[in-house]
């Protein structure tokens, strides 16, 4: 079971931390990515880590801003989000698959808001 975290309300330019947590699973032996969906809009992916190398992918909406870690020790991955714009606002999911950063994601979070505003 997956946990997400962090969520609120925030003004641009500020920054959030997200956190991902599991019960019954142990992280490190997945790929975890992070999703957001807005309303209207497609779910996007946001980042992603490696199991193999904790190597990392972001999209071009978010690089530079956005970085993902895992904690081993606390069973948690954590997506920082620095430099917030109003169109980062979006319901935002961990997910996490056995295969790569581009495979699909078998098991999901219920996911927590995100919302940026002055």
């Known amino acids: 079971q997956l946990v997400e975290s962090g969520g609120g309300l925030v003004q641009p330019g500020g920054s959030l931390r997200l956190s991902c947590a599991a019960s019954?699973?142990?992280?490190?032996?997945?790929?975890v990515g992070w999703f957001r969906q807005a309303p209207g809009k497609e779910r996007e992916a946001v980042s992603c880590i490696r199991s193999a190398d904790d190597s990392t992918y972001y999209p071009d909406s978010v690089k530079g801003r956005f970085a993902i870690s895992r904690d081993k020790a606390k069973n948690a991955v954590y997506l920082q989000m620095n430099s917030l714009k109003p169109e980062d606002t979006a319901v935002y999911y961990c997910?996490?698959?056995?295969?790569?950063?581009?495979?699909?994601?078998?098991?999901w979070g219920p996911g927590t808001q995100v919302t940026v505003s002055s």
């Open positions: 019954g699973i142990t992280l490190e032996y997945y790929a």
């Open positions: 997910a996490l698959t056995m295969s790569n950063c581009e495979a699909d994601f078998d098991i």
